[in-house]
């Protein structure tokens, strides 16, 4: 397979037997960063993903669009044992393995981890799951909606006094796929000191723990259990929302000097002379006094006017913007941070990886049509072009359209 990828990790084969949105991402950013990533799937529909919506675009997902963009895609049916024997001599060529398959479906298939890293010891084997590889529920399937219900980070998000909110994106998809991409990464340095391979276990539920680490860490330390509540109970004070007269603002105070630009900013010299309002301990204590008037001099002018002052100040703060006005932000547009998927008259796009390297120019592949590589992968790994036709026939690999659900 000739690859003329750049990048850190040019040159190492990645296999991303993932499907819907954590693996993938995670996949995908190994690709950004110059990787070969062969994804494999299941005949007829492929990843879930392909099938996430509307909104379609010509047949494809946005939500899969946005998460596997500088792949490849082999169709395999591993139902067969033709079909796993293709697998396992692609994973005999592979650096890494990332899969989110129920354990005991591994097992059975003859692709556990042990197994895969005795017949190639420098694999990277990275497991992803809802709730890990061990303890009482490592076999329940997970989801981004169960594991934000699980980790308590519904119970402290949305407004004061109503019910506990989702955080509304795959916020716990997303990071775990940066939790991984960060574990494989350092898993490469051995690799490539040593040849040692890994064995790595990432879940969704350990990635919103760690999302919740300070707030447990102050619940342990004797914090009052906190409860939803519109963003305005940070162990910082200033630091929330508040309602200009146009349109609603954060700011976030961050230390006691801020504090005290801040005062100036909002005309409220009186706060920043009191000494019970000196630091941040004496401001949560009277949070209630200080948001009340507070309030009461933001709402008197627009949220653009504000955010001059207070960059004058060096206060930070901005306009709670919409998704309409984030995908127009002069500063999202300047860094790149949209990428129109080529071949959809921009219609499409997926988001920058969040990170950027100085000797790298970023990567920008259409996703892969199910099974556009198929032959490609399979004659890369040495089956003759009769061996392929023959594979075809028998339905253990396939090249074919995706379904869609519109």
Known sequence: MNDENSGPLAGLRVVDMTTSYAGPTAAMYLADLGATVIKVERPGRGDDARSWGPPFVDGASAWFASANRNKKSIVVDLRSDTGREVLLRLLDTADVFLQNMNPAKLVGMGIAGDALRSRNPRLIYCAMSGFGLDGPDSGLPGYDLVAQARSGLMSVTGEAGRSPQRVSTALSDVVTGMCAAVAINAALVRQARTGEGELIDVSLLDTDLALMAPRIAAYHAGEPEPAPSGGADSVLAV??????????????????????????????????????????????????????FVAERIATRTAAEWLLTFGALDIPAASVQSLSEVVQDPQVRARGALMPVPGSGGELVSVHSPFRLASLEPRNERFPDLGAHTREILLDLGYTRDDVEMLLETGAVAVEPVEVVS
Not at 239 to 263: E, H
Request: proline letters at 7%.
């Open 239 to 292: 630091y929330q929302p508040f309602a200009a007269s146009d349109r609603s603002l954060v700011v976030a105070i961050g230390n006691d000097a801020m504090w005290k630009r801040f005062c100036e900013a909002v005309d409220l010299p009186e706060l920043a002379a009191d000494p019970a309002l000196a630091d941040n301990a004496g401001r949560r204590a009277h949070r209630p006094r200080i948001t009340r």
